[in-house]
C-alpha cells in the first residue's frame, strides 16, 4: 500500500511551483533514462548474491525457486496492469465530465469525496470485497481499482482546470467545436498532469496488489505473508525487496514516457 | 451477534485501536517533520543536494509500504518500530519538498530588507524566511499526515498498533458473523482519523499562521 | 561644507562572472547631514555602489570608511543596525504588525521590550502615522505609501547616523511620491541624518538633494555639486543630456520665494482683479467675461518655489501668483517677470541667475 503523491497536490494553490522549461527531450534524458535501471538491476543482483550467501532451510528452498517467484511476478503485474487500464478507462472520461460545464457544482462535491476517500485504507477495501464478493484475482481487481482511481481522477480534473479559460475560448472563437477544443487543447494540455496521476496510481497499485495475498489472490504479497506466518525473514525480505524494485521500475517507466508526451514547450 | 453488540463487546479494543491510530500518525508525523523540515533548511539552496534529497525521499514514497514493513521487521523485528520508521520515512518527501518551495518563495525584498537591518543568517530563518514558509510548511505536513492515515492501517501484519488490527481480525474471522463489523469498523474508524487530523490542520493553520498573512 | 562622514575610495566591484566592472575605482566624499543623491543611466552601479557602505556586496578592492572607520573591520551586522536601509519595494515583514516592523532593529540590538514601545510610537509619529491606529496593523492593510513610511521608520528606529535610500519613492504615484519627498524634507531638517539616496527622477533628485553625483558607465562620476550648480553648470554633455532640456524649468524647483520677490497686486480698473472673502484672497475676477476663478494662495511659510508660482499663475489663467501669510492674509504677488527673469537666468549666463541660485542653495534645499 504504497502512497504517493502527484506533485501538483503537495503545493497548495498560489504557491509558485518551479517551472521546467524545455522542448521535446529535455537535457539529461537519456542519464536519466538509463540511470534508474542500472541501480535497480544491481539491486536485483545484491538481493540474489544476499540470498545466494545465505543457508537456506527446506521451507525459505522450497519457497525461492526461480519458478515460484517469476509466477508471483507475473500475477503481481496482470493485477496491476488490469486494474490500471481499468482506472484509465474509468478516470479519465469521468474527470473530463465532471469538468464540462454543465457539471462545474459537481467538481467541488468530487473533491470532496476525493478527500476522504484518500484516508480509505486499501487493505481494508480488499478484505471487504473478498468479504462481502467473494476471494479471487476478480474481485482484488476490483478493490484495486477502487482504491487507485483516485490520483488518476483527481489528476484529471486538475490537469483539465489548469488550463486557461481564454485558450480555450479562443479556441471556440477560431471556430473549433467543444470536441476539438477538447481533443485538440485541452486534453494534450493536460496529459502531462494526467500521466503524473497515473504514475501515483500504479506505484499505489504495485503497493496494494501485495496485500491481495492475504485473500489468497497470489503476487508478490504471497511471498511476504508467507514469510510472515512462517516466521522465514528471508522470504519476507525478497518478497517486500522485489515489490519495492518493481514499483520502483514501473515508476521510472511512466516518469519517462511522462516526459516523452509532454507537449513540447511545456 | 448484532453490531451494537459488538461494538459493546469490543468497545474497550476498538478506543485503543483508534487513539493509537491517532497516535501512531502523529508520532510519525512529527519525525518526518523534524528531519523533513532540517533537510529542506540544509538543502534549500545548493541544487544537487536538493535534488538528492528528493530523489531519495520520493524513492521511500515509492516503495510499497507492506514491502517496506517486511523488510524492517528484520532488523527492528515486529510491533511499532517498524511502522513508526516506515510511516515516518513515508511522510518525508511532501515535507522537504513544501519545505524548500516555502523558504525559496520568500520574497526578495523581505530577506533584503531583513539583511540591510542587521540580521544574521540564524535570525533570518527563524524570524523571517520560517515564519514566511509555514503556511507552506504546514500543507506540506497535513498531506503527510494524511497519507500515512491509511498507510498506518496495513502496520497490522507486522503487529503495529491501530485500527488496522480491527481489518486484520475480520480477516483473520472470516466466516464469523463478526468478520464484517471488524472490517467496516477498522475501515470507518480510518476515516474518521483522517477527518479528525483534517480537523486538528485546520486548527493548527488558523493559530500558528499570523493574520498578517492568512488569507 | 561639513565634515566628511562616509568616504570611499578606490572603490571596485566586479561581480564573479563578469568581465566588465560595476564599479571602477570611485572615489567619493559625503558630508555628514547631507543627502546626497545618486542618480545615473539604469544599470550603471548606484545600487551596487550604495549596497557596499553596508556590505550587503563586498567590494572587491578599495576601502569604505565612515567616521574613520573602515567599514570591513565591522561585524556587517552590527554595521547594519547602525545604517538605516530603505528599499523602493519596502520589504516589511508581512507576518509581523507595524509595531514588530519598526522594532525589528531594537529587538536585535537588545532593547526591552517598553522602550521598542515608546520608540515605536515615537518613530510612527514622525513620520506622520498615527500609533494608535497603525501600531497593530499588518503591512497588507496600509496603502503603498503608508507601507514606505513604516520602511522609512523601521530604517530611522535605532537613530543611526547614516541612511541608505534605493528608489524609497520610486513605486509610489507621483502625487504620494511628492508628499512622501515634503514629508521627508521636513522630516531630515529635525534629523539631520548622512542620506546617500538613489533616485531615477532628475526632478526628485534636484529637489531633494544637497548634492547630486551623477554616475555614468561603472558608477563613473560625471559630476558632483550642488542641484543649482548642475542645472547651471553642466560638467559635460552627458550631464545636460541627463538633466534634460527643460534644465531651466527645473531650475524654477529650485528658486525659493521670498519677500523680496512679491510686487503688489495689478492696477484694478481694467485687467483682472483680485477677489476677496472676508480679507482673504480666494480667487481671480477676470474682466473679459471669463467670470470668477478660484486659486490655492501659496502660504510663504510652507517655503513656495518659482515653479509654484508659475504653476498657479498657468491654472489660474490670471496675472499673477498670490503669496499669503499664515493667517491668509495677502502679502503679494508673483508675476511672469519675475519668472522669466529666473528663467533666463538659469537657462543663460547671466550674473544674476548666479546670485539667484547662490541665494537658492542657501535655504531653499533640505
Ligand atoms: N547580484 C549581481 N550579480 C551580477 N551582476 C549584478 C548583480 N547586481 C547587479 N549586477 C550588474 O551590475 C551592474 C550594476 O547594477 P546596479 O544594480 O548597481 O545598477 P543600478 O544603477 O542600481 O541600476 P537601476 O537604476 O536599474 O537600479 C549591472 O550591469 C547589473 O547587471
Ligand atoms: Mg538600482
Known amino acids: ?266 | 451477534m448484532s453490531y451494537e453488540e459488538y461494538l459493546g463487546y469490543f468497545q474497550e479494543g476498538l478506543l485503543r485501536q483508534f487513539g493509537d491510530h491517532l497516535a501512531v500518525v502523529l508520532l510519525s508525523t512529527l519525525l518526518g517533520s523534524i528531519v523533513g523540515v532540517s533537510a529542506g533548511i540544509l538543502v534549500r539552496h545548493q541544487p544537487g543536494p536538493r535534488e538528492i534529497v528528493l530523489k531519495v525521499a520520493g524513492t521511500m514514497l515509492t516503495i510499497p509500504s507492506l514491502a517496506l514493513y517486511a523488510v524492517l521487521i528484520g532488523i527492528l523485528g515486529l510491533g511499532w518500530p517498524p511502522v513508526l520508521l516506515a510511516l515516518t520515512a513515508y511522510s518525508l518527501l511532501p515535507i522537504i519538498q513544501n519545505t524548500i518551495v516555502g523558504l525559496n518563495s520568500v520574497s526578495a525584498p523581505v530577506l533584503e530588507a531583513a539583511r540591510g537591518i542587521g540580521m544574521g543568517d540564524k535570525v533570518r530563518l527563524v524570524r523571517v524566511e520560517l515564519p514566511l514558509a509555514w503556511p507552506v510548511i504546514l500543507v506540506g505536513i497535513r498531506t503527510a499526515a494524511i497519507i500515512l492515515v491509511s498507510t498506518a492501517a496495513l502496520g497490522a501484519v507486522v503487529r503495529g498498533p491501530g485500527l488496522g488490527n480491527a481489518i486484520y481480525a475480520g480477516l483473520n474471522s472470516i466466516g464469523s458473523s463478526v468478520a464484517l463489523y471488524q472490517v467496516l469498523t477498522g475501515v470507518g474508524g480510518v476515516v474518521v482519523v483522517g477527518l479528525l487530523l483534517n480537523a486538528i490542520f485546520f486548527a493548527l493553520a488558523r493559530l500558528t499562521i499570523p493574520r498578517g498573512i492568512r488569507d | 561644507m561639513t565634515e566628511t562622514l562616509i568616504r570611499l575610495e578606490q572603490l571596485n566591484k566586479t561581480y564573479p562572472g563578469h568581465s566588465v566592472p560595476a564599479v571602477e575605482r570611485l572615489d567619493l566624499s559625503i558630508p555628514d547631514g547631507e543627502i546626497v543623491m545618486f542618480i545615473g543611466p539604469s544599470g550603471c552601479g548606484k545600487t551596487t555602489t550604495m549596497k557596499m557602505i553596508n556590505r550587503l556586496i563586498e567590494p572587491s578592492s578599495g576601502r569604505i570608511v565612515i567616521a574613520g572607520e573602515d567599514v570591513t573591520s565591522i561585524d556587517p551586522n552590527e554595521l547594519r543596525r547602525r545604517v538605516g536601509y530603505v528599499i523602493q519595494q519596502v520589504g516589511l515583514f508581512p507576518h509581523v504588525r507595524v509595531s514588530g516592523n519598526v522594532g525589528a532593529v531594537l529587538r536585535l540590538l537588545k532593547w526591552p521590550s517598553d522602550k521598542i514601545a515608546r520608540r515605536v510610537d515615537e518613530m510612527l509619529d514622525l513620520v506622520g502615522l498615527d500609533p494608535s491606529q497603525y501600531r497593530d496593523s499588518y503591512p497588507k492593510q496600509l496603502s503603498g505609501g503608508q507601507q514606505q513610511r513604516v520602511g522609512v521608520a523601521r530604517a530611522l528606529a535605532a537613530d543611526p547616523p547614516v541612511m541608505l535610500m534605493d528608489e524609497p519613492f520610486g513605486s509610489v504615484d507621483p502625487i504620494t511620491r511628492e508628499h512622501l519627498q515634503d514629508e521627508f524634507l521636513r522630516l531630515q531638517q529635525e534629523i539631520r541624518k548622512t542620506i546617500v539616496f538613489v533616485t531615477h527622477d532628475i526632478t526628485e533628485a534636484l529637489r531633494m538633494g544637497d548634492r547630486i553625483a551623477i554616475l555614468g558607465e561603472r558608477s563613473r562620476v560625471e559630476q558632483y555639486d550642488t542641484p543649482p550648480n548642475v542645472v547651471a553648470r553642466p560638467s559635460s554633455d552627458f550631464v545636460a543630456n541627463f538633466i534634460g532640456t527643460n534644465a531651466g524649468l527645473r531650475a524654477l524647483t529650485l528658486m525659493p520665494i521670498d519677500r523680496q520677490t512679491l510686487v503688489p497686486p495689478p492696477a484694478e480698473r481694467e485687467g483682472p482683479r483680485l477677489v476677496y472673502d472676508e480679507d482673504r484672497p480666494v480667487g481671480w475676477h477676470l474682466s473679459d467675461g471669463l467670470g470668477t476663478t478660484r486659486i490655492q494662495p501659496l502660504r510663504l511659510s510652507a517655503q513656495p518655489v518659482l515653479a509654484d508660482a508659475l504653476n498657479q499663475i498657468v491654472s489660474s489663467q490670471a496675472p499673477a501668483a498670490v503669496v499669503v501669510d499664515d493667517d491668509g492674509q495677502l502679502l503679494g504677488c508673483v508675476d511672469m517677470s519675475a519668472v522669466q527673469a529666473a528663467v533666463r537666468g538659469a537657462a543663460g549666463n547671466g550674473d544674476r541667475s548666479d546670485v539667484q541660485m547662490e541665494a537658492a542653495s542657501g535655504d531653499g534645499s533640505a
Open chain 1, 1 to 266: 500500500m504504497a502512497t504517493a503523491q502527484p506533485d501538483a497536490l503537495l503545493i497548495p494553490p498560489g504557491a509558485p511551483v518551479p517551472t521546467r522549461v524545455g522542448t521535446g527531450l529535455r537535457p539529461g534524458f537519456t542519464r536519466r533514462l538509463v540511470t534508474t535501471p542500472i541501480v535497480l538491476a544491481l539491486s536485483l543482483l545484491a538481493l540474489y548474491l544476499w540470498v545466494q550467501s545465505r543457508d537456506l532451510d527446506i521451507v525459505e528452498d522450497r519457497t525461492l525457486t526461480q519458478g515460484q517467484v517469476l509466477k508471483a511476478l507475473a500475477q503481481h503485474l496482470q493485477l496491476v496492469g488490469l486494474s490500471s487500464l481499468a482506472v484509465l478507462a474509468i478516470a479519465v472520461p469521468l474527470g473530463i465530465l465532471v469538468t464540462r460545464k454543465s457539471f462545474r457544482h459537481a467538481s467541488p462535491v468530487t473533491i470532496a469525496i476525493a478527500s476522504v476517500g484518500q484516508t480509505i485504507p486499501s487493505f481494508g477495501v480488499i478484505v471487504l470485497f473478498a468479504l462481502t464478493l467473494g476471494f479471487g484475482s476478480r474481485y482484488v481487481i476490483y478493490a484495486l481499482i477502487l482504491s487507485t482511481v483516485l490520483p488518476v481522477l483527481s489528476n484529471t480534473i486538475a490537469g483539465l482546470q489548469q488550463i486557461e479559460p481564454a485558450l480555450k475560448e479562443a479556441a471556440s472563437g477560431v471556430g473549433m467545436t467543444p470536441l476539438q477544443v477538447l481533443t485538440r487543447i485541452e486534453l494534450p494540455l493536460a496529459v502531462p498532469v494526467l500521466l503524473a496521476g497515473l504514475r501515483t496510481s500504479i506505484v499505489l497499485n504495485v503497493g496494494t496488489a501485495t496485500v491481495a495475498a492475504f485473500t489468497g489472490a497470489g503476487g508478490l504479497g504471497s511471498l511476504i505473508v508467507t514469510g510472515l506466518v512462517q516466521n522465514r525473514d528471508v522470504i519476507t525480505v525478497v518478497g517486500g525487496a522485489l515489490t519495492a524494485i518493481l514499483a520502483l521500475a514501473l515508476d521510472h517507466l511512466t516518469r519517462m514516457t511522462q516526459e516523452l508526451l509532454t507537449p513540447r514547450g511545456l
